[in-house]
């Protein structure tokens, strides 16, 4: 069936370290979502990524949308501990949203 | 931006018992709308395709006469946990669908934490 791997699953880093997410699908995606999710909430749409090729900032967050709409990335640049969280990203395809394994980042300060 | 609501946020009951959890958007109608069901440290499954006036769209492995799906009305849809077992703890969540010109957006409710004892 249609899936969404998500890389590495977990990630420790440095107050003011980066850090990055990947996630490749199976299938071509007509989009891509991310969320955040913080230890016993629920998760919190971030963006979504449409066109080919597309990147998106939002202050820190940089997010790119592969050519082949088949893969995206998230990078934090220098980490706060307010940044800790599970970051999943969802793919859609035929109308359903198709989430990653997740990234589970802590911040040592 | 859109709001969508459950209810209850929490729910303990033993097991045998049956539990219902709405959806409910609250600023805007959704002919569609998505159950997930997530367990600790996991991610997010679909469990169901809810539509407004017609039959849910169950996944693959989900049983539809244990997870009975309700899309009465365009604000609400109700996901009812029959007789519920430990294994069904779990974190349920879900999501309605706006419609524009541009893309479709899914708009996620808080999630209802089931505990079945």
């Known amino acids: 069936g249609q899936q969404v791997m998500q890389i590495p699953q977990y990630q420790h880093v440095q107050e003011g370290e980066d850090f990055t997410t990947y996630c490749n699908s199976s299938t071509t995606l007509s989009n891509i979502q991310w969320y955040k999710q913080r230890p016993g909430g629920h998760p919190v749409f971030l963006i979504q990524l449409v066109k080919s090729g597309e990147v998106k900032k939002q202050k820190r967050l940089t997010f790119q949308f592969g050519e082949a709409k088949k893969n995206s990335s998230l990078h934090i640049t220098a980490t706060q501990t307010t940044d800790v969280g599970t970051y999943f990203c969802a793919g859609e395809t035929a109308g359903k949203l198709i989430f990653g394994q997740g990234t589970e980042l802590s911040v040592k300060p | 931006g859109a709001v969508v609501s459950q209810h209850p946020s929490r729910v303990i009951c033993k097991s045998g018992t049956s539990v219902k959890i709405e959806c409910r958007s609250l600023d805007f109608q959704a002919t569609t709308m998505f159950w997930y069901r997530q367990f600790p440290k996991q991610s997010l499954m679909l469990m169901a395709t809810?539509?407004?006036?017609?039959?849910?769209?169950?996944e693959q492995g989900v049983e539809k006469d244990k997870f009975l799906i309700n899309h009465a009305s365009l604000t609400l849809s109700t996901l009812t946990v029959t007789s519920a077992h430990p294994e069904d703890s779990s974190f349920y969540i879900c999501s309605a669908k706006i419609f524009t010109h541009v893309t479709d957006t899914q708009y996620f409710g808080p999630g209802t934490r089931l505990t079945v004892l």
């Open positions: 809810s539509n407004e006036g017609s039959k849910a769209t169950y």
